[in-house]
Structures are given as C-alpha cells and as structure tokens.
C-alpha cells in the first residue's frame, strides 16, 4: 500500500519569500506524485505532476516540485510567494494498477503575510 | 468545455435519512470516482466506477454506494445517515482507468450536513 506524509499542517510564509511545502511518500512500486490545491468552498485543481519521466517538474502559477527517489521526497517550492497562494496544498500518490486510486495527504494550510 | 459538476451544491439531512448525491464529468470523460473530504479524516477515497462497473472501492461501510449511468454520470448513495457523514464530497473524472496516471479532474464537491 502507498502513503503520503505532509510535514506541517500550517506553514506561514511572508508575501515574496520562498515557499516550501514538504511531502514524503512511501511505495513499494514506482509512483505517480500529484499536488494539488484546494481554495474555500472549492474542489481540488491540478498543479503539477510526476510521472517517471523528468524528476525535476514545473506547475501552473510559479509552482515546481523535485522527485527524489532517495529521500521519497516530493516537495513543492516556490520562490516568491503571492497573496493569492493563501490556499490548502495536498499532495497525492497513485500506482500503476492503482487505477484511479489517489491517496492524499492530510494537507498543508498555507499563510501569506504581508 | 464544461468541467465536472455536482448537484447539489449544499445538503442538510437527519440522521437516519438517506442522501444521493449526483456527478456530472466532463464529456468524453468515462472514470468517475468519489472522495470524502473532513477535518478529522482528510481527503480519502470512496470508490471509482468505469464504464457503469466499480472498479476500485476504499475502506467504507455498505452504507455507502454508487453507480453509474451509460452517458458515464454518477451518483452515489449514503444510507442511514450518521452524523460522522457531514464532510465534503467530491467527485473526479478522468478519461480512462487504466495504469496509474489519469490526470483527474475534480468538482466543486457537495457539502452534506448531517443533523
């Protein structure tokens, strides 16, 4: 079975700082890595995905997120934080034969102050 | 294109009462699966359903079901409603179920008050 862990349930950054928001996953085959934003009252929105190919992965609005394989690791960075990141962040797990199973996190609320 | 939608928006119910709730995917899309989001559990995953069959179930009592209709829309049901039922929930599409990327898209979800 996959496992997402999230360190950090609040993380407060002030507005232009870099932002890093931690996730470490654990799976006995090769995973599928996804992180994903969550505003109020809204649904989950894509930001950015890691499928095998580059470890290195660009997201929508400045996001980016490195796979290492040696730290399970899947954090989310940003270099300059913006008023309008203010949001929750979760990041996610699937597997091959997993179907269309995604095994989240328990999230991350980030703050941005001016 | 239309993305995924979900009716309703906002529900109250009473303990003891059954709800259904319905998903809308994106067309052409023929994955659907369902999430319930809390404070307490977090986001975990209900079932997934492709091409009318469940596919993919997560670890919840029978109470709660679902189906899917051959234009590949969804409901699902929560019977006997309990007040641990109160959560967010959400729907995805995506347009296959097979391997382990499908990038999902996901609803506004459904706000369900158990009282």
């Known amino acids: 079975a996959q496992s997402v862990t999230q360190l950090g349930s609040h993380v407060s950054v002030s507005e232009g700082a870099l932002v890093l928001l931690r996730c470490n996953y654990s799976?006995?085959?090769?995973?599928?890595l996804f992180w994903y934003v969550q505003y109020p009252n809204q649904g989950l929105q894509l930001l950015l995905k890691?499928?095998?190919?580059?470890?290195l992965v660009k997201g929508i609005n400045g996001f980016e997120a490195e796979f290492k394989k040696s730290e399970t690791s899947f954090h989310l960075t940003k270099p300059s934080a913006h008023m309008s990141d203010a949001a929750e962040y979760f990041c996610a797990v699937s597997v091959t034969g997993g179907g269309n199973k995604l095994t989240f996190g328990t999230g991350t609320q980030l703050k941005v102050e001016l | 294109k239309a993305g995924v939608t979900q009716t309703p928006r906002y529900l109250i119910k009473t303990r003891g009462q059954q709800v259904t709730l319905s998903c809308s995917p994106i067309?052409?899309?023929?994955?659907v699966s369902w999430y319930q989001q809390t404070p307490g559990q977090g986001l975990q995953f209900l079932f997934e359903?492709?091409?009318?069959?469940?596919?993919n179930k997560g670890n919840f009592p029978g109470r709660f079901s679902g189906r899917q209709f051959s234009n590949s829309r969804s409901e699902m049901n929560v019977s006997t409603l309990e007040l641990g039922d109160s959560a967010l929930y959400l729907c995805?599409?995506?347009?296959?179920?097979?391997?382990?990327?499908?990038?999902?898209?996901f609803g506004p979800g459904t706000r369900l008050t158990v009282l």
């Open positions: 359903y492709f091409s009318e069959t469940q596919r």
């Open positions: 067309s052409g899309h023929r994955s």
């Open positions: 995805a599409s995506s347009r296959t179920s097979a391997g382990g990327y499908n990038e999902q898209f």
């Open positions: 799976s006995s085959v090769p995973p599928y």
């Open positions: 890691y499928t095998s190919a580059a470890t």
